[in-house]
């Protein structure tokens, strides 16, 4: 699996869009991007996934550049109980051999009053 | 909602003894999973299961660790002879199937002294 950077720590105001970056310039065609995130040592959360198109859902939305090689995930509002560690990973699907995720160390966002 | 559900949350272990983690996963997943994060690391997988057998292992899972489905509902991680380094909290993930999102429980604490 393709591997990714991320910044290590954000701060966002509560209410306010965070935009959480991922640069994964190595992914390869059949590769999608997913994002979990971590509510201080709690199970990883599932929060969104993409190929190349954008995508958006109740939690957040995930904005994949057009040469795929970084995508943003955007909480549109957040809230104090978005502060965690988010996690952007990349990993084949269908490769029919399980579903190991990478976790790095991700982002740790502190949502701010 | 459904969710993934680990007992103990926390168990404590004396080196050399075999602890046994127990999991449910949610009812119609067919992929089962291990991670561990050992504290202040990031989240490592160890394993995956796919009907009856693993599917995938990490070099983490050596023969020290097995994995179990004893029953149509459970789902089980033996360490048998722990050491001090297999103090670490250890998450239990299920899926429908290998391309979707993984739904984490929220992790036994196994402390060993």
């Known amino acids: 699996d393709a591997k990714t950077t991320q910044p290590p720590s954000m701060d966002c105001a509560e209410g306010r869009a965070a935009n959480l970056p991922c640069n994964h310039s190595?992914?390869?065609?059949?590769?999608?991007v997913y994002w979990y995130r971590q509510i201080h040592s709690q199970g990883p959360q599932y929060i969104i996934h993409?190929?190349?198109n954008n995508e958006t859902n109740e939690m957040a939305s995930l904005i994949i550049t057009e040469d795929r090689k970084s995508s943003t995930l955007i909480l549109p509002h957040a809230t104090l109980r978005d502060t965690a560690v988010y996690y952007c990973i990349v990993r084949v699907v269908g490769s029919n051999s399980g579903y190991a995720l990478n976790f790095g160390k991700g982002t740790s966002l502190l949502v701010t009053p | 909602e459904p969710e993934v559900t680990q007992t103990p949350s926390h168990q404590v272990t004396q080196m050399g003894q075999e602890v046994i983690l127990r999991c449910v996963p949610i009812s119609n997943h067919l992929y089962f999973y291990w991670y561990r994060q050992i504290l202040g690391q990031k989240v490592e997988f160890l394993v995956s299961f796919y009907n009856n057998e693993i599917s995938e292992k990490s070099e983490i899972f050596d023969d020290q660790f097995s994995v179990e489905r004893p029953d149509g509902s459970n789902f089980t991680l033996k360490i048998r002879s722990t050491k001090l380094e297999d103090s670490a909290m250890y998450f239990c993930?299920?899926?429908?199937?290998?391309?979707?999102?993984?739904?984490f429980g929220q992790g036994t604490r196994l402390t060993v002294v």
């Open positions: 190595t992914i390869s065609g059949n590769e999608y």
């Open positions: 993409g190929l190349k």
């Open positions: 993930a299920s899926s429908r199937t290998e391309n979707v999102e993984a739904f």
